[in-house]
C-alpha cells in the first residue's frame, strides 16, 4: 500500500543500520523491518544514566523508514536497573522538574512513537527499568524477570512516568503496595497481576519478542498507528467522547484501501482465519 499516503515525516535516521549508535551503551540494528534496541551496559546492570536516556528518545525519534516494529531488550543477566544512582544529585525542585521531564520525554517518544514497540524483560525490571518496560506497547518476560519499584525505600519517587503507566498495568493499590514495602514481583505473579501480556521460558524472551514484532510489521500500518496513538487516548476519555474518536478511527481505517485488500481477502479465503486455542 502507499504508506506515504498517511505516515507522517520522519527525521533522518540518528544512525544508520546496524551501525554502533553514537552512545555505546545503545545499539540499534535492523532485522528487516524490525528494530532491534539493545541497552548495552550490562556492567551497570543497563542502569539509566542522562545521556542513556536522550540516546533512548533519539533512536525512537530516528528509526529507519523502513521500520515496522520495534523491539527492545538489555544485554546481560538483567533488562534495566533504573536511574543510575550514581548520578543522583541533589537538585533543587526546578531543576529536579527538568530532569523528569526529560525523561518523560524519552519515553514518550517510545509510547507515542512511529511504531510498535516489543519490550523482552529479563532478571532486574526495576525502578526506571519497569517505567521504560511499562512505556512499550507489549511486554514479554521469561522466568527470570521480577519487578520492583525501590523508590519507595531510597526517599525518592517514580520521575520517568511510572506513577502513570504503572497504575494502567496493576492498579494503584498494587503500585502503592510495591512503593511502600518494597514488595517484589517474580515472573509467574508478575504476569499474573499485568506487568507481562507474555512469560516465557529462561531466556527466550527476545525470540518471543521477535516472533510478536514480526506479526504486528504485517499489520495494516494505520491499524497500529490507531492502536499506538488512539486506543490510549480513548480510554482517558469519558465514555461519549471516547465512542466519537472510536468512530473516527473506525472510519479512517476501513476507507483505507489496505482494509479493504485485507477484507476481500478473507472472503476470498486468502486470508488465516481465527485458529481455535485448544
Ligand atoms: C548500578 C545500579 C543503578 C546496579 N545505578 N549503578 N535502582 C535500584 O535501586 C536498583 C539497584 N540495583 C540493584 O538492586 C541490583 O544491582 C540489581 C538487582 C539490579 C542487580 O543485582 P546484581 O547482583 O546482578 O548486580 P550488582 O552487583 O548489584 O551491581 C553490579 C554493578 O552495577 C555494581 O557496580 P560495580 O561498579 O560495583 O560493579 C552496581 O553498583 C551497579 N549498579 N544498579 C548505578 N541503578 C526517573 S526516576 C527513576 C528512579 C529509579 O529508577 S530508583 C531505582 C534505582
Same mark, same amino acid.
Given at each position: 500500500?502507499?504508506? !506515504? #499516503? ?5 527525521? =533522518?535516521?540518528?544512525?544508520?543500520t ?11 540494528e535492523m532485522h528487516n523491518d524490525i528494530a532491534v &534496541? ?14 542513556? &536516556? ?12 523502513n521500520a515496522r516494529a ?8 538483567? +533488562? ?5 544512582? !550514581? ?23 517510545? =509510547? +507515542?512513537? #512511529? ?19 511499562? !512505556? ?7 522466568? #527470570? ?54 512469560? &516465557? ?9 521477535m516472533?510478536?514484532a514480526k506479526?504486528?510489521a ?18 482517558? =476519555? ?39 486455542? !485448544?
Open positions: 500500500m502507499a504508506e !506515504s #499516503t498517511w505516515r507522517f515525516a520522519r527525521h =533522518q535516521p540518528f544512525f544508520h546496524n551501525m554502533t549508535s553514537p552512545n555505546p551503551d545503545l545499539h540499534l &534496541v539493545r541497552l548495552s551496559r550490562p556492567a551497570k546492570r543497563n542502569a539509566l544514566n542522562d545521556a542513556l &536516556v536522550l540516546a533512548l528518545r533519539d533512536v525512537f525519534a530516528t528509526l529507519p523508514a520495534a523491539v527492545l531488550h538489555g544485554e546481560g543477566e538483567h +533488562f534495566c536497573a533504573g536511574l543510575d544512582l !550514581s548520578e543522583l544529585q541533589s537538585r533543587d525542585a526546578g531543576e529536579g522538574m527538568l530532569h523528569s521531564r526529560m525523561w518523560h520525554q524519552a519515553f514518550q517518544q517510545i =509510547q +507515542f512513537g #512511529t511504531v510498535p514497540v516489543v519490550a523482552a524483560l529479563h532478571g532486574a525490571v526495576v525502578g526506571g527499568g519497569l517505567e521504560l518496560a511499562a !512505556s512499550c506497547h507489549i511486554r514479554v518476560a521469561d522466568d #527470570t524477570t521480577f519487578y520492583a519499584l525501590p523508590e519507595g525505600s531510597r526517599g525518592i519517587f517514580v520521575g520517568g512516568g511510572g506513577a502513570v503507566r504503572i497504575p494502567k498495568l496493576i492498579g494503584v493499590a498494587r503500585m502503592t503496595d510495591m512503593m511502600m514495602t518494597g514488595r517484589v514481583y517474580n515472573a509467574v505473579d508478575g504476569e499474573r497481576v499485568g506487568f507481562a501480556q507474555y512469560l &516465557v521460558p529462561a531466556g527466550t524472551a527476545l525470540d518471543k519478542a516472533e510478536l506479526h504486528i504485517g499489520n495494516a500500518p494505520l491499524t497500529n498507528y490507531a492502536l499506538m496513538h488512539a486506543l490510549p487516548r480513548i480510554a482517558e =476519555q469519558a465514555a461519549d467522547h471516547g465512542f466519537v474518536t472510536e468512530s473516527l478511527m473506525s472510519s479512517i481505517t476501513q476507507a483505507a484501501p489496505e482494509a479493504k485488500a485485507r477484507v476481500d481477502a478473507f472472503l476470498q479465503g486468502r486470508a488465516a482465519k481465527v485458529e481455535k486455542k !485448544s
